[in-house]
């Protein structure tokens, strides 16, 4: 959108005001104003500057709790890692010979 003629600031909030109108929920989400839901994305640089460092994220906070963006780290208000990531299969990744056809299923 921000290379459609809208600009970075236009496209950040039709991405974020814009998209909660959309789904009706504009009174809890969208803008951060007293009262609505507040998870944030801490950016690491300007996205006003270049659009694409909406991508450069450095923390993200959910809850009330900040989290390092790379590594899901938590990082206030305890410092603690974020541990195995469940959503991958670690035998997968694995460097070996095996045929890429040898994946027999789970615990295969």
Do not use: C, H
């Amino acid at each position: 959108m921000a290379s459609s003629g809208l600009g970075p600031l236009e496209a950040l909030k039709t991405a974020t005001l814009g998209g909660a109108r959309f789904l009706g929920a504009d009174r809890d989400l969208g803008s951060l104003e007293v009262g609505k839901l507040a998870d944030l994305l801490v950016l690491a640089s300007d996205p006003l500057t270049n659009i694409r460092s909406t991508m450069d994220l450095e923390y993200v906070v959910q809850n009330g709790i900040v989290y390092e963006a790379d590594t899901l780290d938590e990082v206030w208000p305890d410092t603690r890692a974020f541990g195995p990531y469940y959503w991958t299969d670690e035998s997968a990744q694995r460097m070996d010979d095996r045929p890429v056809d040898a994946w027999r299923g789970p615990g295969g």
